[in-house]
T-cell receptor, first 116, second 111 residues
Framework: DGGITQSPKYLFRKEGQNVTLSCEQN?????MYWYRQDPGQGLRLIYY???????QKGDIAEGYSVSREKKESFPLTVTSAQKNPTAFYLC???????????????FGPGTRLTVL | GENVEQHPSTLSVQEGDSAVIKCTYSDSASNYFPWYKQELGKRPQLIIDIRSNVGEKKDQRIAVTLNKTAKHFSLHITETQPEDSAVYFC??????????FGAGTRLTVKP
């Protein structure tokens, strides 16, 4: 399944709590991404990282935080500041291509977060 | 930033017919255009992609066309089968490694 894993598969959180979603890849990919998927809205980019110890905000970064201390790992923390965190979260990884082109992104199986 | 629009949002075809999904993008610097298929409850998987130096690419029953001038690209599925039923996403990316996705098209192939 592409060597990228996410855990847990399902996560329940009480309002006001922070929660961290795990994403690990053994593909030796430099770039990693976090997306949020809501019904009818496609995939929206939360954060991405092109290299260890560096990351950039995507379109909907507010209320989320990430770290990239290791090439293999890119955890996402959903903070209490995120107003509507219930969603399906997908992690992906890829390698940059030659001359600035891109290669496909490989997705993890996703984590479904529900706020109670 | 890049904005990708995808149409239609739902598409229903009879088995054996063709299906076409269209996307437009806003940033002329985008140079990579993948298409992903997502079956219910599963992760998106790449089915075909095209780069800006190519106008058309085909892989068996699936083809993608790109019109850089008009900034649109399309997915064509011929001889559709029930197992083609899924949600399809287009995407666009450029140097900087951030990718933007369309909202998705739910394709239903009726047997």
């Amino acid at each position: 399944d592409g060597g990228i894993t996410q855990s847990p598969k399902y996560l329940f959180r009480k309002e006001g709590q922070n929660v961290t979603l795990s994403c690990e890849q053994n593909l030796n990919h430099d770039a990693m991404y976090w997306y949020r998927q809501d019904p009818g809205q496609g995939l929206r980019l939360i954060y991405y990282s092109q290299i260890v110890n560096d990351f950039q905000k995507g379109d909907i970064a507010e209320g989320y935080s990430v770290s990239r201390e290791k090439k293999e790992s890119f955890p996402l923390t959903v903070t209490s500041a995120q107003k509507n965190p219930t969603a399906f979260y997908l992690c992906a990884s890829s390698t940059p291509g030659v001359g600035g082109s891109y290669n496909e992104q490989f997705f993890g199986p996703g984590t479904r977060l529900t706020v109670l | 930033g890049e904005n990708v629009e995808q149409h239609p949002s739902t598409l229903s075809v009879q088995e054996g017919d063709s299906a076409v999904i269209k996307c437009t993008y806003s940033d002329s610097a985008s140079n990579y255009f993948p298409w992903y298929k997502q079956e219910l409850g599963k992760r998106p998987q790449l089915i075909i992609d095209i780069r800006s130096n190519v106008g058309e690419k085909k892989d068996q029953r699936i083809a993608v066309t790109l019109n850089k001038t008009a900034k649109h690209f399309s997915l064509h599925i011929t001889e559709t089968q029930p197992e083609d039923s899924a949600v399809y996403f287009c995407a666009a990316s450029k140097v900087g490694n951030d990718m933007r996705f369309g909202a998705g098209t739910r394709l239903t192939v009726k047997p």
